[in-house]
């Protein structure tokens, strides 16, 4: 297993950079479209929707987002503030409130499809607002790198000293250590970000780089934790077989699409005003 992981990383990653460094800003949409499509036919799955509601999601889903992309005004523009709203209230208020009533999505396909489309589609405004063109990469990069590491602070510290249990329920491997972990490693990511040119045209200090960094830690653990959960409820130990070794999309992913979505939003807003 370990081996095939290592070889899908391998051939993912190259693939992966490739594209955020050289494409154009079609060209990266368009391959963003295609992951989060991906990711939706995966929802889908997890939600148990009908073969042919499936289908007219998939459809309905491809033609919103080939819309947007042959619209040449909309590719890098953010979403309405109204919608960004719905996605700060929903990863920091609905989201937590999910994990805690454990609220189902089997049977009830229009509420499914609706909260499908607001986990993926702001996430993939978010990859355009935050990369418009290729010089743009290192940024997102940046962010994403935010992600990876509180997830790999999260696995390491909670393995060590990882005693009390964070959601035993949901998912039994993490604990409350391994948070500490990801806060203490992401502040101290922060911090030496700070100092970079990536975030010169942001006048803030260090110490509210630290509380941003722990804010989208928050709430990339709870979209690691909300995906897992919509895994149990399904049945599924996977989203799919998609990526060998690794799972699915969404089981690479769930982090990613609610820290790009919110870092989007709270940068609209403070644009905003």
């Keep these: 297993m370990l081996k095939l992981r290592v070889l899908t990383a391998l051939v993912l990653l190259p693939v992966m950079l490739a594209a955020l460094f050289a494409f154009d800003s079609w060209q990266w949409a368009a391959f963003t479209a295609l ?33 947007w992309i042959v619209s040449s005004d909309r590719v890098a523009y953010p979403l309405p503030l109204a919608v960004h709203g719905l996605v700060l209230l929903f990863w920091f208020v609905a989201a937590p409130l999910w994990l805690k009533q454990r609220w189902s999505l089997l049977k009830q396909p229009l509420l499914a499809m ?33 992600v990876w590491l509180a997830d790999t602070a999260a696995y390491f510290s909670g393995k060590t000293f990882g005693r009390r249990k964070l959601a035993p329920a949901i998912s039994p491997g993490k604990s409350w250590e391994g ?62 077989q998609l990526l060998p070794g690794h799972g699915g999309v969404l089981d690479r992913i769930d982090s990613l699409i609610a820290v790009l979505a919110v870092a989007a939003a709270l940068q609209a807003y403070v644009s905003a005003f």
């Design 35 to 67: 992951i989060t499509l991906l990711g939706l036919w995966e929802w889908s799955r997890l939600v148990q929707l009908s073969r042919l509601q499936q289908i007219f999601y998939l459809a309905l889903s491809a033609a919103g987002l080939t819309a």
């Design 114 to 146: 609706g909260v499908g489309w607001l986990l993926l589609l702001p996430a993939w405004s978010a990859l355009q607002t935050w990369r418009p063109s290729p010089t743009s990469a290192s940024l997102l990069l940046a962010l994403m790198a935010l």
């Design 179 to 240: 948070v500490y972990g990801a806060l203490v490693a992401v502040a101290i990511y922060a911090v030496i970000l700070s100092q970079t040119e990536l975030l010169q045209s942001w006048s803030l200090p260090v110490w509210m780089w630290v509380l941003v960094a722990w804010s989208l830690t928050a709430v990339s653990i709870v979209g690691d934790l909300l995906e897992s959960w919509f895994k149990r409820q399904a049945g599924m130990k996977d989203s799919s």
